[in-house]
C-alpha cells in the first residue's frame, strides 16, 4: 500500500495575535497559537463520502480509520493506496484525500453517504442503530482485566503526551493504551471522532489491529459514534474524563465493552461490564 507524505507537526497550529485582558492590568497584545481546522474531503473510487473538519496531520490514518469503522474495510490490505489530490486549488490545501481499494471491495455508495449525511436528531431509534453497527461488528469477548489504579493513572500520561494541546488548549485527544499503561498511540484533533479514527487508523494501517487487550481514552465525553468507533478496533476498554450519553451506556452495555466515565484524580465510574477491572 502506498502513501502520501503527512504534513508536519507544526501544520496542526496556526499562529495569531490577541490582546490578554486580566484584571487590575492594562490590556497586552501578544502572539499566541491556536489549533487549526481545516475541511478534508475523504474520496473512495473518485466519489466524495465525507467532508470533516480536521486538525491537519495523520489524513491517510483518520481515512483508514474511518473506512473500518464505517465497515467498508476490514484489513489494510483492502487499501491500495491513498494520496492527496495533485489537481488545483486541493494539491495547495491537502484538502482532498483519494483512497484506492481492491477491485474485492464492494462499497455501498448510497448507504455510506446516507449513514454520514444522517445527525444524532434523524429519529433512528438507539435499538435500531445498535442492531445496525453490530452487523458489521459483533460484540467483545475480551478476558482482559485492568486495575482501578492503571486506569487512574492514564489522564495523566494522555495529558502530557498532548503537545498541541500543550500550545493551544484546543484540541481533543484519543490514546489507545496496553493493560500496563503504555501509550500505543495517541492523536490529537479538533474532532473527538475524528482523534478516535486517526488511533484507529493508526491500527489499522500499522498492522496492530485487533486492539483486544487495550484501553481507549478520549479526553472528553464518551458518545455512540465513540463506542462504535472502539467497537471496530476491538477495544475492550473505553475511558472517558467526561460523562457518557445514555446510548453510549446501552451501547457499551450490548457490545460487552467496559464504559468507565469521569475518570478524575483517584475516582472513577463504570457504567458496563465492571469485571474487567481489578480493584485493590
Known amino acids: 500500500m502506498k502513501l502520501s507524505g503527512n504534513p508536519s ?17 492594562r490590556p497586552v497584545e501578544r502572539p499566541d497559537a491556536v489549533a487549526r481546522e481545516e475541511p478534508l474531503e475523504i474520496r473512495v473510487r473518485g466519489q466524495r463520502v465525507t467532508v470533516t473538519m480536521r486538525t ?11 473506512l473500518l469503522t464505517e465497515g467498508i474495510i476490514q484489513t489494510r490490505e483492502e487499501i491500495v493506496e491513498m494520496a492527496h489530490c495533485q489537481q488545483g486549488e486541493a494539491a495547495v490545501e491537502r484538502n482532498v484525500l483519494n483512497v484506492f481499494l481492491a477491485p474485492t471491495v464492494t462499497v455501498d455508495f448510497e448507504r ?13 431509534c438507539g435499538k435500531t442503530s445498535i442492531e445496525s453497527v453490530h452487523q ?18 492514564l489522564p495523566e500520561l494522555l495529558r502530557a503526551a498532548q503537545e498541541t494541546f500543550q500550545r493551544t ?17 495517541l492523536r490529537e484533533d479538533i474532532g473527538r471522532h475524528n482523534a478516535v479514527d486517526k ?39 473505553v475511558a472517558a474524563v467526561s460523562a457518557p450519553s445514555s ?22 465510574n463504570i457504567y458496563s461490564h465492571a469485571e474487567r477491572i481489578r480493584f485493590a
Open 112 to 124: 455510506l453517504t446516507r449513514h454520514v449525511t444522517a445527525t444524532s436528531s434523524c429519529g433512528v
Open 136 to 153: 458489521h461488528f459483533p460484540p467483545i469477548k475480551s478476558q482482559v482485566r485492568v486495575s482501578a489504579e492503571t486506569l487512574c493513572r
Open 169 to 185: 488548549g484546543g484540541l481533543h485527544a484519543a490514546g489507545v493504551f496496553d493493560r500496563h499503561s503504555e501509550i500505543i498511540a
Open 247 to 268: 446510548l453510549a451506556v446501552e451501547f457499551a452495555c450490548e457490545s460487552g465493552q467496559t464504559l468507565v466515565g469521569f475518570l478524575r484524580g483517584k475516582s472513577l
Open 56 to 66: 491537519p496531520g495523520q489524513d491517510e490514518e483518520l481515512a483508514a480509520g474511518f
Open 199 to 237: 488511533v484507529v487508523g493508526f491500527g489499522c494501517l500499522s498492522g496492530r489491529l485487533p486492539f483486544d487487550s487495550h484501553i481507549l481514552l478520549v479526553s472528553g465525553r464518551a458518545s455512540f459514534e465513540i463506542m462504535q468507533k472502539a467497537l471496530a478496533g476491538r477495544i475492550p476498554i
Open 9 to 25: 507537526r507544526e501544520n496542526a497550529t496556526a499562529s495569531v495575535r490577541l490582546w490578554s485582558v486580566e484584571p487590575g492590568r
